[in-house]
């Protein structure tokens, strides 16, 4: 897409753990939950990255650090070039506004009290020189228009509304401010099957007319690779491996991803006794005692001794822009063309 | 009204060929303060040993409401049940008392649920809740019980069982709390087991671990499955027939390669069109317009014509009986001959 331009977005090694402390008194610092260790990617305006692995691998900790919801312990995130991690008071919430957030649950995520138009005009009480005092009922009725909502139903509750229709309230809450970037953490998983694919269209057709940045958190690794240009795998805090689309699904260097992709099901029942399975076994070890050297060697079929001592490092592979952290990276194609 | 219709499978010639569960035109309605709202409209199906039918639909669609009548679990009232059988190898059991049911619940019938946090009990060891089928249906000491939990866990594959069986359901990972569920409902060998979406709230990675431990168990002991699902990826991997509802009807039944290769019913085409494909990256997706119906105001007619591309005058003035297109597919479309030809293209 945009690949020329300079990135808006620019994460390096950065790095969140959470304190474990012990002891009522007298508290005790007893380790860390190493919820982000280590993480470094750019987006480019007009850019969707997707952001794949599973639960407790720290994706919604990543989140978070790229919203300034939480201080990094070390490392930075920089939007257009300056520190957000550094930066305080006015700087901040300035730079708060260009990062927007839609969210997993539209029934959870909208105040049952307040009116659509409240919320999606609450962003303007925190930030009023987007929209002066008089403007604001017009722009939210802008926006629910752009989310392809009725702009009469300004005075109505979510609770009118159903999933779908609540997820585009979310959707236009986050635009209120417009922002250059959107994160969607899991943005349809919640909703109806028919109806995801209405929340998707919506999505793309708003990135190509606002020039919007998506970081897209999701499970659905088809849904994932359908809107995003790159794709980023987490395990246990760490990247193990990003790429293009075509470079992550087609030819998977990391044994994680490749486990990962198999064991997505595909929707065609042919052929379907001969597909290749890599059942991992087991449960992601805890991010508070994470194994040495590579993180996936407790459960990787390839490891050696070498993975135990030495952290393989985020490298690229020759003559691509596919970066993978394994010491014994091969591509291999796991999943069939469907 | 939908007629009644013959099932997936030929029912008739010889004992063998009773299935071993059958839907009958079941009828489920709850009296709210809205208004009776009719979940399950004439629903059939039939289940055979050793096979795995997979009931797709999205919330609302009556997929686990049927389930839960299955195992008569339903609160009634508010729950009634004005029409319908259910035969569980050839006896009505809408018709048993509640003790001859019980017999069959959880023995003969056993259900996992989604959420098997929620599912088990905080305050008692897995142990205890597993050894609890062997204590109350086979009056079992505490002992003994434990014993059989133990040996149970490890069928399902939790590592150091024999530590873990005094864990606490918190203890555990999602994951393996899905397999203590599973270990409890095959804990005295039914012969239906009802998985109501088991692995919606898990992991990508541990969701092909449950579902080869339930196909592992079900090569072993037999058992027919029906696992209620919205995901056609699950479908796919481990059906042999769907039945596809909508608002509360079957909309299409068929062996589970069919429908994926030609659908016969438009919300079933629309599905399968809605999934991202890789050849079609970049352009936008094919989605199914509308929203699914309020089952207090139903659409008169066919429940899905407002959303269909199909719809002509008729679809709203007649609701499509459950037309049989060969004897192991029926589709309730009054156009599945358009839908099939377009499905072909």
New interface residues.
């Given amino acids: 897409m945009a690949a020329t331009s300079e990135p808006i977005l620019e994460v390096r090694d950065l790095v969140k753990h959470f304190a474990l402390t012990q002891g009522i008194l007298v508290r005790r610092q007893i380790g860390a939950i190493k919820a982000v260790d280590g993480v470094s990617f750019d987006l480019r305006p007009g850019e969707t990255l997707g952001i794949v692995g599973?639960?407790g691998c720290g994706k919604s900790t990543l989140a978070k650090l790229l919203m300034a919801l939480e201080r990094p312990t070390s490392g930075s995130v920089k939007i257009n070039g300056r520190d957000m991690a550094k930066a305080r008071g006015r700087e901040l919430k300035s730079m708060r506004r260009n990062v927007q957030m839609v969210m997993q649950d539209p029934y959870t995520s909208l105040n049952p009290r307040m009116t659509v138009g409240d919320i999606i005009g609450e962003p303007y009480e925190i930030h009023p020189e987007v929209a002066p005092k008089g403007m604001r009922r017009r722009k939210v009725q802008d926006l629910l228009e752009l989310v392809g909502l009725n702009p009469d139903h300004i005075n109505r509750y979510p609770h009118q509304f159903?999933g779908?229709?609540r997820q585009r309230i979310g959707i236009a809450r986050g635009l209120a401010l417009q922002p250059q970037i959107i994160i969607c953490d899991e943005p349809v998983s919640a909703l109806?099957?028919?109806?995801?694919?209405?929340v998707?269209?919506l999505l793309?057709?708003l990135q190509n007319e606002l020039n919007l940045a998506y970081i897209f958190i999701a499970?659905d690794?088809?849904?994932v690779?359908?809107i995003s240009d790159r794709v980023a795998v987490m395990y246990l805090g760490k990247l193990v491996e990003l790429g293009g689309?075509v470079e992550i699904?087609d030819r998977p260097s990391h044994p994680y991803t490749q486990?990962?992709l198999?064991?997505?099901?595909?929707?065609?029942?042919?052929g379907?006794e001969r597909r290749e399975?890599i059942?991992?076994?087991?449960?992601p070890p805890s991010p508070a005692n994470p194994p040495t050297g590579c993180r996936f060697r407790t459960r990787c079929w390839k490891a050696q001794d070498i993975c135990a001592e030495q952290e393989p490092p985020l490298e690229v592979r020759p003559a691509t822009d596919h970066r993978v952290a394994c010491h014994f990276a091969e591509v291999h194609d796991v999943v069939q063309?469907? | 009204m939908m007629t009644t219709h013959t099932d997936v499978l030929p029912t008739e010639g010889g004992l063998g060929n009773t299935p071993l569960l059958a839907v009958d035109n079941l009828h489920v309605e709850f009296s709210t303060r809205q208004g009776v709202v009719k979940a399950v409209n004439g629903v059939s199906y039939d289940l055979y040993q050793g096979e795995t039918l997979a009931v797709l639909g999205?919330?609302g669609s009556g997929k686990s409401v049927t389930a839960q009548a299955i195992m008569g679990i339903l609160d009634m009232p508010p729950a009634r049940i004005p029409h319908g059988e259910i035969r569980f190898r050839g006896t009505d059991m809408l018709k048993l008392t509640d003790e001859a049911r019980s017999q069959i619940r959880g023995q003969r019938i056993a259900m996992i649920f989604q959420d098997a946090l929620s599912a088990l009990n905080p305050v008692f060891t897995v142990g205890w809740q597993i050894g609890e089928m062997f204590r109350v249906h086979r009056g079992m000491s505490k002992r003994d019980a434990q014993k059989k939990a133990i040996e149970l866990m490890d069928r399902v594959r939790i590592?150091a069982a024999k530590q873990r069986v005094h864990d606490y359901p918190h203890q555990f990972?999602?994951?393996?709390r899905q397999r203590i569920m599973i270990a409890m409902s095959i804990a005295l060998d039914p012969e239906v087991l009802i998985a109501d979406e088991p692995t919606t709230a898990l992991?990508?990675?541990?969701?092909?671990?449950i579902?080869?431990l339930l196909a592992e168990l079900q090569r072993e002991s037999n058992m027919g499955l029906i696992l209620i699902t919205?995901?056609?990826?699950?479908?796919?991997?481990v059906?042999d027939k769907i039945a596809v509802m909508y608002g509360g009807r079957i909309v299409e039944k068929a062996l589970?390669?069919d429908v994926?290769?030609t659908p016969a019913h438009p919300?079933s085409k629309?599905?399968?069109d809605?999934?991202?494909?890789?050849?079609l990256?970049g352009q936008?997706?094919?989605?199914?317009?509308g929203?699914?119906p309020n089952l207090l105001a139903m659409p008169p007619g066919c429940a899905f014509n407002p959303?269909c591309p199909y719809r002509q005058d008729n679809c709203v003035s007649e609701a499509p009986p459950l037309y049989e297109i060969s004897h192991t597919r029926s589709s309730a479309c009054h156009y599945w001959r358009e839908v099939l030809d377009g499905s072909h293209e």
């Fill in positions: 599973e639960s159903s779908g229709q109806d099957v028919s109806i995801q694919a209405q998707i269209n793309e057709r499970h690794l088809s849904v690779r359908h689309d699904y486990a990962l198999s064991a997505v099901p595909v929707p065609n029942p042919d379907r399975r059942i991992l076994q087991g449960d063309a469907h | 999205e919330s590592p990972s999602g994951g393996m992991d990508v990675t541990v969701q092909a671990q579902m080869e919205h995901d056609l990826g699950v479908v796919a991997d059906a589970v390669h994926y290769r919300y629309g599905l399968l809605s999934i991202p494909r890789v050849d990256k936008e997706l094919y989605a199914i317009k929203l699914p959303r």
